[in-house]
């Protein structure tokens, strides 16, 4: 069983930046593909990034490259969403999810595990 806690989110305004942070228990984090998806009020949940348990290769949604980061420290046990140049678009609550394997999990589907979420938004 994996446990993840999403924690970083707060109120921003348009422009700035936050980072989010996942933290797990256990010591298999390395064995998880990471990743973060967003739900926005009276939307579906939606990918965001993800990476591979090595953390060489990194997913993006298109509305996110370029402004948003996925990385992770598997000697944490920690992956992280930095995320620049905030739109108030990017309102939503950010889940973190884990997926045991070598495939990055890209739809929300493939999750096994996800966080409790945290909340984001950007005031414009």
């Known amino acids: 069983q994996v446990q993840l806690v999403d924690s970083g989110g707060g109120l921003v305004q348009a422009g700035g930046s936050l980072r989010l942070s996942c933290t797990t228990s256990?010591?298999?984090?390395?064995?998880?593909?990471m990743g973060w998806f967003r739900q926005a009020p009276g939307k579906e949940r939606e990918f965001v990034a993800s990476?591979?348990?090595?953390?060489?290769?990194?997913y993006y949604a298109p509305s996110v490259k370029g402004r948003f980061t996925i990385s992770r420290d598997n000697a944490k046990n920690t992956a992280y969403l930095q995320m620049n140049t905030l739109k108030p678009e990017d309102t939503a609550v950010y889940y973190c999810?884990?997926?045991?394997?070598?495939?990055?999990?890209?739809?929300?589907?493939?999750?096994?595990?996800w966080g409790q979420g945290t909340q984001v938004t950007v005031s414009s």
């Open positions: 990476t591979t348990r090595s953390g060489d290769s990194t």
């Open positions: 256990g010591r298999t984090f390395s064995s998880y593909s």
């Open positions: 999810a884990a997926r045991l394997g070598v495939v990055a999990v890209t739809k929300a589907y493939e999750a096994q595990y």
